[in-house]
């Protein structure tokens, strides 16, 4: 909202700082969040000897550690997995979060409102009292069912598509109660079954709150290091945990291989980077709680 001063000026009677400060701060904070990224990325370019000696600027310009990366580190195994793990939970999470939600919020039921409230009271159990009661969980399983669980890639994506599942289905709860019902209420006249107006009326205006809720469960899977490292073997291992184990060998070490963590680190963070400039135009609409007014 923007109103005509005096002197002709137009004035942001939402902003709450002066433009000049406002400035600073964002410069600042933009400073703080660059500087590291700059320093990696340097790094990763750099040889070993002049990152241990504390060098910001390369001294010699190398790729060698891009390319040494995928034999010291077995990056490429813990790439795929994260990839097919985090892209899994992703997909199924996203198509589960909606359909929950539109059941939620078009019909009324006994224990409604019961489950939503349970939804957000799952999201205030933090992750690390979980990780014991769910390797004993699946551990009995095995024992009992003799189907090997931790250490396999789809109990990674239980694990995962469990934790994510509340926190997407309450998205898109949020995002369907600002979709008009007449839509809905037209089709249902002309005939349309419920799972045709979900997929052919629900699912297109919902495209926002959908990337939003599946780029949560992917990041979910895709940053993990706790679970991951407990619930799966060389075989089934990450990229998170491929970085942590990498990581952790360097201790005490002669000469830590720096540029080589640092150039690991970015290559696993370019698809994270790559996948919200695809989807930059939805997340804005998606957490804006956008759709159809």
Known sequence: MTVITPKGRGADVTRLLPRPLLIVILAVLMVFVLVPVVYILFASVNSDIAVANGAFLPTEFTLANYSRIWTTVALGTGLANSVLVAGSVALVCAFLAVATAYVLVRYRFRGRLTFLRGLLALQSIPGTLLLLPVFVLFSSAATYTGVQIIGTRWGLFITYLTFALPFSTWVMVTYLRGLPRELEEAARIDGASSWRILTRIVVPLSWPGIVVSGIFAFLLGWNDVLFASIMTNPDSRTAAVALQVFGATQEGGALPVYGQMMAAA????????????????????????GGVK
């Open 266 to 289: 970015l290559v696993c963070a370019l698809p994270v980077v790559v996948l919200y400039l695809i989807f930059q135009r939805y997340l804005v609409g998606g957490l804006t709680a």
